[in-house]
């Protein structure tokens, strides 16, 4: 077994105190020569955590295929110190393979005693909004334009392995440790994308909104708490948000004219077709029986021409029109107030977090 400790400068990434005090995480990634520990063997674990005001790197080798037990034994023993394991695919590969892997040699693992985020999992549901081509490392890195010495993957590696066991020859073992090491360095960078999920869960103040009423277009500034590393725009048929720091600018398409809002339990109203609208049967008893009768789902309901913004669900906060019962997109009235606008969005762009 051979083990490398080494330091390195590198800019505040993320706040972590929003996840752990940054003394109490890890992160760590493993190499192996193929997905399952009963075909395959562990020859590389690293790890970065942050102490005394710098980044460390820590890693193990397995020099020998007698040295995989000795290196799982020894992350073991180093990871206790810590409280948050953070990884990419870490609870689907490398944390399932770790333990398997121990299993094997008769060795406790320490994962049940350490809160465990994997970033893949994390970011996956941003993958449409950010329009990313792919969550591999390389797609993800090169949208948040990290960039790396080497483009050689773990893939690439695995027979490469095999050799240095017959050669032991130098030049490959660098090989590993630069890789390994690279793809550590990167997962501080890669917290920075937990802002687009923050950024619709933070807390936003409106900075200035506008109604088009021509254009038909509603037009919302929010200053947020939280930044996103790079710009991004997403649009909908009813709305186009843009993201840029620490705001999002929300377009919004607005309906302007006559709508209809339907009464739950029809049973206890009266349709009035002179009036085109329904009334409660306590009010209908006194209209003539030539002029009304009894409503049905689709008649019950009354009618409102006004401003609407439209909704992708309902909520008891904010009363629901329709153009016709059998519609699918739903609609508040729009108020102008910014208390009002800010529940609004909250609630629209709540599919986004």
Known sequence: MIVISKTFSAPQYYDFAQIAPLKDIVFFDIETTGLSS?????????????????????????????????????????????????????????IPYLIKCAEQYGIESPFDKLTSLDLYRKIRPLRRLLKLESLKLPAVEAFLGIERANDI????????????????????YQAFLLHNEEDLKALPQLMPLLGYLDIFRCSWKIAGYSLFEQEQTLTVVLDCSISVPVAFSYETDIYTISVRSNQIIAEISVFCGELKYFYDDYSEY????????????????????????????????????????????????????????????????????????????????????
């Open 153 to 172: 993957n773990g893939k690439d590696l695995i027979p490469l392995y095999k050799e240095f066991l017959n050669t032991q020859d130098e030049t490959l």
């Open 270 to 353: 009266d349709y009035l077709p002179d009036e085109d609208r329904a009334v409660h049967r306590k009010v209908s008893q006194f209209v003539d029986k030539d002029h009304r009768r009894r409503a049905t789902a689709a008649t019950c309901y009354s009618r409102k021409t006004g401003i609407f913004l439209p909704m992708v669900e309902e909520d008891s906060m904010f009363p629901v029109f329709r153009e016709c019962y059998e519609s699918r997109q739903l609609y508040t009235e729009y108020v102008d107030d910014p208390d009002f606008l800010l529940s609004y969005l909250r609630l629209l762009l709540a599919g986004n977090d």
């Open 38 to 94: 009963d075909s395959s063997s562990l020859y590389l674990i690293g790890i970065v955590y942050h102490q005394q005001m710098e980044w460390h790197i820590r890693q193990w080798f397995a020099d020998s295929m007698a040295a995989e037990q000795e290196i799982i034994q020894d992350f073991f023993q180093f990871i206790q110190n810590f409280k948050v394991l953070i990884s990419y695919n870490g609870d689907s590969f490398d």
